[in-house]
């Protein structure tokens, strides 16, 4: 049985839950945002990911009700909500700090935001229990914040931020605070979470690899705009331009000026010789375009293979062992270093590849994306 | 524990010496039997008694515990908003100024502050007694409230005024149910701060206070010159006695703020 996938944002007939259309924000002469406009869907996972500076926070704040746009609208469900203040939105957020109430006990941390709108103590004490039990908490409800870890703390911020039920929660680095493991089974309880209430989840990181995993689309920012809205596949695989594909991963970027040398395959010369590669967006001769990829497409061979698309010779520089992967630094001819990158599928496999050696390495025409900025 | 060196001891000595030495000899000298000051003739607890009796200094004492409470209350509630404004309100026009303004009168000479009061009280025609000096105490104190609960604001982590308001709380009630029990002790200590103050205030309080109301200090100061009695031995040591218990409360305020802020931040802190 197939399930129909979720991708409200290639079907034309769906409404978006939040609209930024044109929304500049400036801070006196600084620009954090600069005429954007985005579209996010209900019961999306969304992530705006981007190095620090680049505008995301701001978004987030302005969802929020922290900051009013400069210029543009910011629509959720249909209404635009520039000036209205942030406890009178649908919108709840989960901050980096948890910002948890450290004089009141969990359980009212959590009823804190219910009380506010409402008087009803049975109601109230039901949706925290609810909550409680969501985040699985329940052991902890009458401690102060001071009294539990760092993990728990982020779900009584979670607990909190849900427990009126928004239309749109905001998270806001929620992950920052906890140690390696940690992150990674939030980010999955994380998921359930979202999944289970089906809220529509807006996430600002600066960790791709949790925006990778959490993410139904990630939107890549930098300095204020938008460089690209996909979802996380598209993203790594199809970057549109030079910034997102160096932005996620590890990436090989190979310059030079393109012929076409047949339908949608394109030669690039480089400094070394020429690469072929295959691209849908078009190119004119002579245009300087990258070759983006990745190295775990760049296979490394002691001896020259037979009919490859690209066949590149050069010298061992660097092996980064990480234990499931070895990355080897290449380095060509002219000083130019790729990386190429091979799993360590065996665990008692003799690597015949040192320093100072030389290789071949090769790849595909589709391997790499062909990119003009 | 470190060991301190002979030279380190002898330093502490003298320096405790210096200060405690004159408090001392006044609190011995209150027990004294003899009427005559500087001559000891045994233990007695009599000026104590004869100072219960004076209804002068009882008057005194009265108005000095009157004015206190409620000027420190007012104080409190002037300061703290002063101090919420300057460090919460963003950068408005003139903000700069007012916050050096609002540390000035802890530098001013307090016969300036008493004497421009009282050009203030006689041009605006109000009678002199316990009122002025609620109000000149008020003045006076107000600046050393918004002092300490302005620092305690500063280290305050704003995302918990914002989560409040996300979580639907208007600005007053974030104040109320978020950022006062936070601050709480700081208001204290500032309370205690300018009880203690206005406790032992005499300049403003000579310069603002009419025939129908004298402090304590005031009382005091006048008395000495007619000679020193031992009642007004017993009664300085009373008020010693306040006066250490006000600052330690304060300073142990002020210690569990800083506990507390610590404590907060560690809640925030980014790492578990």
Known sequence: ?373 | MTRLSPFNVVSLTLGFVFLYVPMLILIIYSFNESKLVTVWAGFSTKWYGELLSNDAFLDAAWVTLRVAVISSTIATVLGTMAAYVLVRGGRFFGRTLFSGMIYAPLVMPEVITGLSLLLLFIGIGLDRGVLTIVLAHTTFSMCFVSVVVSSRLMTFDRSLEEAALDLGASAFDAFRLVTLPIIAPAVISGWLLAFTLSLDDLVIASFTSGPSATTLPMKIWSSVRLGVSPEINALSTILIGLVTVGVIAASLGSKQAALRAKRDEQTAARTA
């Not at chain 1, 709840?92 to 948890?98: G, H, L, R, V």
């Not at chain 1, 996909?230 to 594909?245: F, K, L, N």
């Not at chain 1, 001896?303 to 070895?326: F, H, R, W």
């Not at chain 1, 599928?345 to 990119?371: N, P």
Request: proline share 5%.
């Open chain 1, 1 to 373: 049985m197939a399930e129909t996938v979720f991708a409200p944002w290639d079907d034309p007939n769906e409404t978006p839950l939040i609209r930024f259309r044109n929304v500049t924000k400036r801070f006196g002469d600084f620009t954090a945002i600069d005429d954007l406009t985005l579209d996010i869907f209900e019961r999306e996972f969304f992530a705006l990911l981007g190095p620090s500076g680049c505008g995301k926070t701001t978004m987030m704040r302005m969802l929020a009700g922290f900051e009013n746009p400069t210029d543009g609208s910011i629509e959720l469900a249909g209404q635009d909500i520039a000036g209205v203040p942030p406890n009178k939105r649908a919108v709840n957020m989960m901050f980096q700090s948890y910002a948890l109430f450290p004089h009141l006990s969990i359980w009212d941390n959590i009823a804190f935001g219910l009380r506010r709108e409402s008087s009803d103590k049975a109601a109230i004490s039901a949706r925290v229990e609810e909550m409680l039990k969501l985040t699985r908490l329940e052991k902890f409800a009458r401690r102060k914040p001071h009294q539990i870890s760092g993990g728990q703390r982020q779900r009584v911020a979670l607990a909190r931020s849900l427990a009126k039920a928004p239309k749109l929660l905001l998270l806001d680095e929620p992950l920052g605070a906890l140690d390696a493991k940690l992150r990674e089974a939030t980010q999955f309880e994380l998921m359930d979470i979202q999944e289970k209430t089906g809220t529509t989840f807006v996430i600002v990181t600066h960790d791709q690899e949790e925006a990778m995993t959490v993410a139904s689309r990630i939107a890549v920012m930098d300095e204020g705009r938008v460089m690209q809205v996909a979802t996380p596949d598209r993203i790594y695989e199809a970057p549109e331009s030079v910034y997102v594909a160096d932005f996620i991963g590890d990436v090989n970027i190979l310059a030079g000026t393109v012929k076409a040398t047949g339908d949608h395959t394109y030669a690039l010369g480089v400094e070394n010789g020429t690469v072929t590669a295959m691209s849908e967006r078009p190119f004119s001769d002579g245009q300087t375009a990258h070759l983006a990829i990745r190295p775990e497409k760049v296979a490394i061979h002691t001896t020259a293979p037979e009919g490859t698309d690209n066949l590149l010779q050069g010298k061992v520089l660097d092996i980064a062992y990480l234990g499931n992967l070895s990355t080897y630094h290449v380095e060509l001819p002219g000083g130019q270093i790729i990386k190429a990158q091979t799993a360590n599928t065996r665990r008692l496999s003799r690597r015949d590849i040192t320093w100072e050696d030389t290789v071949w390495i090769s790849w595909t025409k589709t391997a790499g994306v062909l990119l003009d900025q």
